[in-house]
């Protein structure tokens, strides 16, 4: 039977695992040391193995935010202007999500990060063929992970308005909860995704894991990483790269998919749009848009 660890605890999501040891007397020393909120599992493997878990923020109700214009003026006061203009974008698709989901089911897990969505737009290959720059669109901004939820279904969302941005006549194929096509071929994806920027962030504490005799870590959500699938035994900045590198191949491939799902074979050796022309469209082509009809 394969030997399980979550990595979110499992009675508090916003605490991650931190540290494992063979050790009970090392996981407490190490506990000790903590600055911030901590939890412990024991788990009763044949050889037992002892997980820190951390957290640095705390779960808020969306109703516990609320992102009026004035607050977000001043957030995003410092930023370029296209760093401005992609913000106030995806915060109108956060606040569509939080409808479409209801206040009171959806959570928030961190600060609002505006900052890191210019970091995004910086590692963007603008001007390459359109798949390559929906991907990376979309891959930068859930890498950066600046909103403090529905990072990838704000993601595929500017993947739709990048390829829109080159042709105003795309159809998304539907990417809708409650499409039940969308598990299909949409879920895969994201579970992946989700996986490799977890691998990213954690190669080192999974390769501990996986040396106290661990086979897979399991994520909220039920999303579990199976650790002899992944190389592990890196520096942690080659890691960051590594997986990167990775995950934007992968949703350039999730773009390809996209375009052909919805018959654009014509679309997918079509030039992307520059940084300039994708902003003009957020800036001009949105504007009655209801973004609640993408969720």
């Known amino acids: 039977m394969a030997r399980v660890v979550y990595y979110h605890h499992p009675q508090a999501e916003n605490f991650s695992l931190k540290y494992s040891s063979a050790s009970q007397s090392a996981i ?22 002892y997980v820190l878990y951390e957290s640095g923020t705390e779960i808020k109700d969306a109703n516990e935010i609320d992102f009026d214009q004035k607050w ?20 109108e698709l956060l606040e569509a999500a939080v409808d479409v989901r209801e206040e009171e089911e959806f959570r928030l897990y961190k ?7 210019r970091q995004a737009l910086d590692h963007v290959s603008w001007g390459a063929p359109l798949p390559q720059v929906a991907g990376e669109l979309m891959s930068n901004l859930i890498l950066r992970h600046s909103l403090p939820n529905a990072n990838h279904r704000t993601g595929i969302a500017m993947l739709q308005f990048c390829i829109e941005s080159v042709n105003p006549d795309f159809e998304m194929p539907r990417t809708h909860l409650d499409d039940e096509t969308w598990q299909e071929w949409v879920d895969p994806y994201i579970v992946d995704s989700k996986r ?4 990213r962030r954690n190669n080192i504490r999974f390769k501990q894991l996986q040396e106290l005799g661990v086979d897979l870590v399991e994520r909220k959500d ?31 491939e999730f773009a390809r998919a996209v375009l052909e ?3 654009r074979d014509d679309l997918l050796k079509k030039t992307g749009p520059t940084k300039q022309e994708f902003i ?3 800036e001009s082509g949105l504007v009655e848009r209801d973004f609640k009809d993408l969720f």
Do not use: N
């Open 222 to 252: 039920g999303i579990q990483i199976q650790l002899d699938e992944f190389e592990l035994d890196m520096h942690w900045r080659d890691a960051l790269s590594t997986y990167a590198t990775r995950h934007e191949d992968h949703c350039t």
């Open 196 to 199: 490799l920027i977890t691998v």
């Open 111 to 117: 600060e609002f990060e505006p900052q890191k969505i």
């Open 28 to 49: 407490l020393s190490r506990r000790k040391d903590s600055d911030g909120a901590t939890k412990l599992i024991g788990y009763p493997f044949d050889t037992p193995v």
């Open 280 to 282: 003009d469209y957020l």
């Open 72 to 91: 977000l003026s001043a957030r995003i006061a410092d930023l370029p202007r296209e760093g401005q203009v992609v913000t106030f974008r995806l915060v």
């Open 261 to 263: 799902r919805a018959e």
